[in-house]
């Protein structure tokens, strides 16, 4: 059974960084898109950064262009999520997507998420 797990998050004052990391997806195959959400409560899961496995650009939402970066080290299994000049604005809880398709059909894997803080 998957299991991703997120790892990374945590309080931070304006103006720090947070590398978010996932694990959990090594045994998932057909993947084709790997991201990170976010979500505050009661509101709607909204997408932060994404990246195709097929070599195409990352994409980011406006309000983390410049300052976070997605990447992947396939040798450990692992996503990350650089976070810098971090603001209030970015508190919320971040989780890890992994978007599978085979067949023409998609599934997402979700991880528990971790909650990001930042304070003024």
């Known amino acids: 059974q998957v299991r991703l797990v997120e790892s990374g998050g945590g309080s931070v004052q304006f103006g720090g960084s947070l590398n978010l990391t996932c694990i959990g997806f090594e045994k998932i195959r057909y993947i084709y898109v790997m991201g990170w959400y976010r979500q505050a409560p009661g509101k709607q899961r909204e997408l932060v950064a994404y990246m195709p496995t097929n070599g195409a650009s990352p994409k980011y939402a406006d309000s983390a262009k410049g300052r976070f970066t997605i990447s992947r080290d396939s040798d450990k299994n692992t996503l990350y999520l650089q976070m810098n000049s971090l603001k209030p604005e970015a508190t919320d809880v971040y989780y890890c997507?992994?978007?599978?398709?085979?067949?023409?059909?998609?599934?997402?894997?979700w991880g528990q998420g971790t909650q990001v803080t930042v304070s003024t």
């Open positions: 997507n992994i978007g599978v398709s085979y067949l023409h059909e998609e599934h997402e894997y």
